[in-house]
């Protein structure tokens, strides 16, 4: 009888545990912390809508599936921008177009590449030209010098490859947390590259991909050349191909490369941004714009990169109307072109804001890919990062909460430029998890079927309550 007395009263314990453990994981949601309790309850009900009902996980699947790889200048480019009119119109949004003018280069038909180890028989290597590359003119072979940072090539003085081709070869570094953060390391290898190699009497740059994975999938991205300096042709190798060449070279093999590369750069051209317009109740002259961009590299689907901010930011305009939302400041969704060889639309939508003297109070962007949400990157005056710093333990509550100062996003970026001190928008940008992300960003990986569906609507959850949040915040308090 005490025994069953005993083990009833454990029971009873337990219990009671576990009601206190499953209250305490309710009210991680409901916080409050910085928020009013009509803030608690717009972003439930927006995460209850998203969830249940949003439509970005269609959207891109028709994005990547039906239309595909996106570059600025090609007829792909324009199916999108007709694609995101119709669709940001379907979800309720006064729609126009804003001209942009944008490069249109191309890969070519023929991209190849082989090695050719201590003079025998040659072995086909993938590559990819990197993007604004010139090509080859027919075929080149040259042997390879490795370096694994600008220092050892600028130790060469200026003719010390002499014809041979210069392989940049520095991993992203695998110690930083942040993934964005080691990409920034190492990117300048891709974009200077052929630069640094035609300074030093060099025919060509061969770059290792920047990403973490170990595969044999190369990625592209954007490089540039200087004025007065000769342009060779530039592509990126797989790192499992890097790290082999490297390896031979570093033993003392003679390792050669052949390239034939077909890019062409043609005449510029006339593309759009899409802007969808939903004007505010109380301050219809002040603006906050969201948006991502929707061009993308020519190979994969540019699914993760920027597809997912796309149908993000399509996601906020057709969640605010369907809960029955009256935005207080004017919204502006904005679907921009040619983030990734010119940013030319991020500049043109902040040089006609300036002109029209339009007063941008926030500036909101997913480019960070459709992973999990973990938190933004908020780019402001003092003032402003306190007052979205107010809603971290609220945002945490939703997976959201880690914040930081730093860029918010290459596309609202010209905004800051553009906008007299005083008048410079609040901006931020969704910072979701970094750790695949670089496994696909412009490579032929970057596709539908590597973005997770329910990771995707949390993102875009995340985006459209950020939103609500900025509209409700009172910009005349802040400096
Ligand atoms: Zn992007």
């Known amino acids: 009888m005490k025994m069953k007395t005993e083990v009833y009263a454990l029971a009873v314990v337990l219990w009671l545990c576990a009601q206190t453990l499953g209250a305490l994981a309710q009210d991680n949601i409901h916080l409050d912390s910085g928020w009013s309790p009509e803030d608690s309850a717009m972003v439930s009900e927006i995460h209850d809508h998203i969830l249940g009902q949003g439509r970005c996980v269609e959207d891109l699947r028709v994005l990547c599936k039906d239309i595909g790889a996106r570059l600025s200048g090609s007829p792909e480019a324009d199916d999108a921008i007709v694609w995101g009119a119709k669709t940001l119109r379907e979800a309720g949004g006064d729609v126009r177009m804003q001209t942009v003018v944008v490069p249109h280069w191309e890969r070519g038909e023929v991209e190849r590449a082989w090695i050719r180890l201590d003079g025998g028989e040659p072995e086909p290597i993938r590559i990819r030209a990197l993007g604004g590359s010139v090509g080859t003119a027919g075929i080149m072979e040259a042997e390879v010098s490795v370096f694994s940072d600008f220092e050892g090539i600028d130790t060469l003085g200026p003719n010390g490859l002499n014809g041979r081709m210069a392989f940049f070869n520095r991993p992203m570094d695998p110690l ?14 891709r974009s200077k590259g052929a630069v640094k190699s035609a300074e ?11 990403t973490h994975a170990l595969d044999t999938f190369p990625h592209t991205g954007g490089m540039r050349y200087e004025e007065d300096v000769r342009q060779v042709p530039s592509a ?41 317009e939903w004007t505010g109740s109380e301050f219809p002259d002040r603006y906050i714009v969201v948006g991502g961009h929707l061009d993308s590299w020519d190979i994969g689907e540019g699914a993760h990169d920027d597809g997912a901010g796309i149908v993000h930011s399509i996601e906020v305009l057709r969640a605010l109307k369907a809960i029955g939302y009256q935005p207080r400041h004017t919204l502006r969704v904005v679907l921009f072109i040619n983030e990734e060889n010119g940013n030319n639309g991020g500049k043109t939508y902040a040089q006609r804001a300036r002109e029209r003297k339009e007063w941008h109070v926030a500036a909101v962007e997913s480019d960070a890919g459709g992973d999990a949400p973990r938190g933004w990157s908020i780019d402001a005056t003092d003032s402003g990062t306190e007052a979205v710093r107010a809603w971290r333990e609220s945002l945490g509550g939703y997976g959201m909460g880690d914040l930081r100062r730093g860029g918010a996003g290459v596309d609202i970026g010209p905004l800051k430029k553009e906008m007299p001190a005083g008048k410079r928008p609040l901006m931020v940008g969704l910072r979701p998890n970094s750790q695949r992300y670089f496994d696909y960003h412009h490579s032929d990986k970057d ?14 959850a995340a985006l459209t309550s950020m939103v609500y949040l900025l509209d409700q915040l009172n910009y005349d308090a802040l400096d």
């Open 200 to 210: 030093h009497g060099g025919i060509a740059a061969l770059v290792r991909s920047l």
């Open 447 to 460: 596709v539908f079927e590597n973005v997770h569906p329910r990771e995707l609507k949390l993102g875009a």
């Open 236 to 276: 990126a190798l797989s790192t499992v191909d890097s790290r082999r060449i490297a390896a031979w070279i570093n033993e003392g093999r003679n390792v050669r490369i052949g390239l034939e590369m077909g890019c062409v750069l043609h005449d510029d051209m006339a593309q759009a941004n899409v802007i969808a």
């Open 176 to 189: 930083m947390i942040n993934a964005g953060g080691a990409y920034g390391g190492a990117y300048e290898q």
